[in-house]
């Protein structure tokens, strides 16, 4: 499955579209420690997540995640969103729990 | 080193929307430069770790980052407190992190161990009142 196919699923809402939409999503990633989402993100991951700040832009960038999706409605704050617009990173959202959210997507990889 | 190329980025304290810069900076030249994506993770999340403990827990700093045809070598210097034991600071989970830092998702105590395991080589100078000086290096 690629970024846009995620996108595209109607499921989420879109925050961010990012600059990568061919990419291919690899597999699901689920944390919200950044320290930890640092050293255990795969790259090319769906990284599910509550914590919607700066810094969870830096830590997607750096491990090169395929794209960041805010559960349980966790929305991105206003700096935040001017990051992901500039460093190209799709941001997606939804109101479903961490688990749920991450589980359709493996689904569907 | 006559052919090491040689970039040095300043961190500024308490800076949470700005720290991140120079490691992302670094990460997007060493692609350019060709540099191999498993390489280019690597120094990333060390460099990142390095940057943010810069930010919370010393008073900023200096990064060095030299790249050279077979190495990076990242050097993190900050005048910051010193770390009193580095045994138990390299420990997974202590952190010593407020709870304001915590709120932000940092503070789980995985920033040194994920330093040691993201590079092939790396040391700690650090003087309790003077400040610290890491050392890391990735082969390329
Ligand atoms: N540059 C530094 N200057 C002073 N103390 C530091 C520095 N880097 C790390 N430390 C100390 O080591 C502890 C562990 O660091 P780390 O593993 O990165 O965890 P965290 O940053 O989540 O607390 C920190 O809580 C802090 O007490
Ligand atoms: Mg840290």
Redesign the pocket.
């Known amino acids: 499955m690629t970024v846009r196919e995620l996108m595209d699923d109607g499921r989420f809402r879109v925050v961010s579209p990012g600059e990568n939409e061919d990419r291919k999503v690899d597999t699901v990633f689920c944390c919200d420690l950044l320290?930890v989402a640092m050293g255990r993100a795969p790259s090319g991951c769906a990284w599910v997540t509550v914590m919607g700040n700066m810094n969870t832009l830096a830590v997607a960038s750096l491990t090169d995640a395929a794209c960041v999706i805010l559960a349980e409605g966790a929305v991105l704050d206003e700096t935040a969103r001017k990051k992901a617009g500039e460093q190209g990173i799709t941001v997606l959202a939804t109101e479903e729990p961490i688990f749920e959210t991450a589980l359709e997507i493996y689904k569907r990889l | 080193m006559e052919d090491a190329i040689i970039l040095k980025y300043g961190i500024s304290p308490d800076d949470f929307t700005r720290a991140g810069e120079a490691s992302s900076d670094v990460k997007s030249k060493l692609k350019q430069m060709g540099v191999s994506p498993e390489a280019v993770r690597k120094v990333a999340i060390a460099m990142y770790?390095g940057e943010?403990?810069?930010v919370?827990?010393?008073k900023g700093g200096e990064i060095t980052v030299q790249i050279t045809p077979d190495r990076i070598i990242m050097e993190?210097a900050?005048v910051?407190?010193?770390?009193p034991d580095v045994e138990l600071?390299?420990k997974a989970g202590?952190?010593?992190?407020p709870d304001e830092i915590r709120s932000l998702g940092?503070?789980?105590?995985?920033?040194?161990?994920n330093m040691k395991k993201y590079t092939d080589e790396m040391k700690i100078d650090?003087t309790v009142g003077v400040g610290?000086t890491?050392t890391m290096v990735v082969k390329l």
Do not use: V
Not at chain 2, 94 to 97: E, G, I, K
Not at chain 2, 106 to 113: I, S, T, W, Y
């Open positions: 320290s | 770790e943010i403990n810069m919370i827990h010393a993190l900050d910051g407190p010193g770390i600071a390299m202590y952190s010593t992190a940092f503070g789980a105590g995985m920033g040194l161990p650090t610290t890491i």
